[in-house]
């Protein structure tokens, strides 16, 4: 017979026992945090956080995964205990690098069924994780099958009375989908052999059978102590656990040698396949041998072992018993207070309540003078229950001496964005004279998701000023929060805010056009850059150009991220020659601006292709010239020597001219120039070198240069084309 998953198809039957120790860990979920053996956690540890009072740990062994087990912390509204350890036939912690539904223990739960129309969990549909390790013959003995991954930690006790008992919680992916089946998940704690994992009040041993609400997949729906059952699938995940389901936090009481070393297995384990993690955890401190008691304070808000309560409140200590018998216990506790933690000098008496069926009333209400106390319970026992009293130095009380309240007022911060803030952020004062800065912390909010610890400075007495640093990302306004705290009396604190205005990061641009281009211009008209170092485009940058015609478009801002720079394009058809002033604005999604001028001389090669030429003696800026005419080798000198006479001043070949290009034309007026107009400001070769070999004239070309022409050029050599140089192109 088999069962299918969506991920897997095999039989998933977990038999084994978990341990608890506590440990803060570390977790990549939220909720329960959790530390394996990899990450700080060792068996040795592990099993001596279990020893809560009246028994002793020696010759701890563990075997398994290294990722099988660990220890946890948070766990009180989860697992239902604060803290722990666990053991796991899958992983106990979740790395970052884990695939979905491989990982812990940590919530929320995203691996599970579907159930009742609903679809199952967004990263699939059971946690799963197979190590390739071995089983174990106890567990595969338990659960009559195979068993793979187990999970153990054995250790030895020596319990100081005949009894012992822990808390523990099971849970499993086996829930709900395969409870009722044969497919039954199942773990034991071993005592000297005998398995004291049991539903309370039976002999049956805690299972996905025996605790459950039933079948939501078809199968069997009827539950089974369903008051021990927490769902975390149905109607919806609500626990922070990727368990599907858990128990309720669950007690396992053993008889054993009293005096004698007596020996626990902890374990558990796939069964019939290494498919369908099952964990179980223990409660750190409650491995208890006999009646123990232990105790809590309470008081001004606040309660556990260690608190501190400003000077005037009332404390009151809060005892319980834990034990197999301790359910039944009658007899007293006394409560008292004492000045040294050797529980020597009585401070005060709390106390003496009467314990009736195990449930001990807290202590008389105390009101102390400042200082520090050491509370104490004790236990007079009775006749199926020994006496016992809490350890001296557990519980401690500090009252700290009332302070009179702090006022702080918030400084308005005005910064800019990508730049470095350093300054002032709040002030505050204290009615305490001798008051000094040392004496307090402060913690600045910067209103966009960010903190940081302030520098408090002032003289004895104050005022005193809280200052800071930061840098924010994006200009805009945000709210400034400031929390100063007394460090002697953490209740006295002052909170103030205030505005930081971010100005836009400033831009700076510079021209980048040529300074000639043709009347089809195509290119950079600016390069920027920007103050903030975090600038982006796109989407921080828009453009415009103005193109000084009366027309203007986008430009387009090159990519990047950072200060830059960042360059500025675009293309414009100019309809006439002549100077023009380019002038390009550059926009931040912020709110600054910034303009970049140019000057360019914008110019047109002879209509209909080739180009005149002058020589290149003739081609400085300003030097009035002739490209055309019967007399052009006498009018133009070149540095190559004269050119032919019949020569007089076109080039027919190439259509489009180049700097570097070399050109060539027929003799006289074989093939005449274009006729006029020509353009006002023309694009004109300069050659060094003219020759002539047969009827081919060719020359090079040294130079570009714009030329202003003159009026009255026709195209015979008799009406000479003249005018003046502007500009160099290349």
Avoid at 191 to 198: I, K, S
Avoid at 399 to 411: H, K, L, N, Y
Wanted: aromatic content about 8%; overall charge negative; some cysteine.
């Amino acid at each position: 017979m088999k069962r299918i998953s969506i991920r897997a198809m095999g039989l998933c039957v977990v038999a084994a026992s978990a341990v608890t120790l506590g440990v803060t860990g570390i977790s990549y979920a939220s909720g329960v945090t959790v530390s394996d053996l990899n990450n700080g956690a060792t068996p040795k540890g592990m099993a001596e956080s279990l020893a809560g009072g009246g028994v002793s740990i020696s010759n701890v062994t563990y075997t398994g995964a290294e990722r099988a087990a660990g220890t946890f912390a948070s766990g009180a509204s989860s697992i239902g205990f604060e803290d722990g350890i666990v053991l796991d036939s899958g992983k106990v912690q979740t790395y970052p690098t884990d695939p979905p539904c491989s990982r812990g223990v940590e919530g929320p739960n995203t691996c599970y069924e579907s159930a009742e129309g609903k679809p199952g969990g967004p990263s699939g549909f059971e946690n799963s994780t197979a190590f390739g390790t071995p089983g174990d013959a106890e567990l595969t003995a338990l659960s009559g099958f195979p068993t793979f991954d187990a999970s153990i930690l054995e250790f030895d006790f020596v319990p100081e009375h005949s009894t012992v008992q822990f808390s523990y919680v099971f849970g499993s992916e086996e829930y709900s989908d395969y409870a009722n089946s044969p497919f039954n998940d199942v773990f034991a704690f071993s005592v000297n052999g005998t398995n004291c994992a049991l539903v309370p009040g039976t002999s049956e041993p805690v299972s996905v059978n025996t605790i459950n609400n039933g079948n939501d997949q078809g199968g069997d729906t009827t539950p089974h102590h369903a008051n021990l059952f927490r769902d975390n699938v149905r109607p919806s995940p609500s626990i922070e656990s990727q368990m599907d389901g858990l128990t309720t936090v669950l007690t396992c009481t053993a008889t054993v040698k009293e005096g004698q070393k007596n020996h626990i297995k902890l374990a558990i384990a796939d069964a019939s396949d290494p498919n369908f993690d099952s964990a179980v955890f223990i409660q750190a401190g409650s491995l208890v041998s006999g009646t123990q008691i232990s105790t809590s304070l309470t008081g001004g808000g606040q309660s556990g072992k260690s608190i501190t309560v400003p000077e005037g409140t009332a404390v009151t200590d809060h005892a319980t018993l834990t034990g197999a018998n301790a359910s039944k216990a009658t007899g007293t506790v006394e409560y008292k207070v004492y000045s040294d933690s050797k529980c020597t000098v009585l401070a005060a008496s709390a106390g003496t309540v009467s314990v009736t069926g195990g449930t001990v009333p807290g202590s008389n209400a105390e009101t102390l003078a400042p200082g520090t106390y050491y509370w104490q319970a004790s236990y007079d026992g009775d006749t199926n229950n020994n006496s016992s009293t809490s350890e001296c130095g557990a519980e401690t009380l500090t009252v700290a001496a009332s302070d009179q309240p702090i006022t702080a007022s918030g400084t308005t911060v005005s910064a800019t964005e990508g730049a470095s803030f350093s300054g002032s952020v709040a002030s505050f004062t204290d009615p305490d004279t001798a008051a000094t800065a040392s004496e307090y912390t402060a913690t600045i909010e910067w209103g966009d998701s960010t903190s940081s610890t302030g520098t408090i400075s002032g003289p004895t007495g104050g005022p005193f000023t809280v200052s800071g640093e930061h840098t924010y990302a994006e200009e805009g306004t945000y709210t400034v929060t400031v929390t100063i705290t007394d460090v002697d009396n953490s209740s006295n604190t002052a909170t103030a805010t205030s505005t930081a205005n971010v100005a836009d990061a400033a831009l700076a641009s510079k021209c980048a056009a040529a300074a000639t281009t043709t009347q089809a211009f195509a290119g950079p008209t600016a390069t920027f850059t920007d103050a903030d170092p975090n600038g982006m485009s796109p989407p921080d940058y828009s453009a415009t150009i103005n193109w000084g015609d009366s027309s203007s478009s986008s430009g387009t801002v090159s990519l990047g991220t950072g200060p830059g720079p960042y360059t500025v394009s675009g293309s414009h058809a100019y309809t006439s020659t002549g100077p023009f002033t380019i002038t390009t604005t550059i926009t931040d999604a912020g709110g600054s601006k910034t303009v970049a001028t140019c000057k360019t001389l914008v110019f047109a090669f002879a209509p209909g292709g080739g180009s005149f030429v002058i020589g290149d003696k003739n081609a400085a800026t300003g030097t009035a010239v002739t490209f055309w005419g019967a007399q052009w080798w006498k009018l133009n000198s070149l540095s190559g020597g004269s050119a032919p006479a019949s020569f007089k001043g076109f080039a027919l070949n190439p259509k489009q001219p180049a700097c570097g290009r070399g050109w060539s034309t027929d003799p006289g007026n074989s093939t005449p120039p274009p006729n006029g107009p020509l353009p006002a400001d023309m694009g004109v070769i300069v050659s060094s070198k003219i020759t002539q070999s047969g009827s081919q004239i060719s020359g090079n070309t040294v130079h570009i240069v714009v030329v202003k022409t003159n009026p009255g050029y026709q195209p015979d050599p008799g009406h000479p084309g003249t005018g003046t140089v502007e500009a160099q192109v290349c």
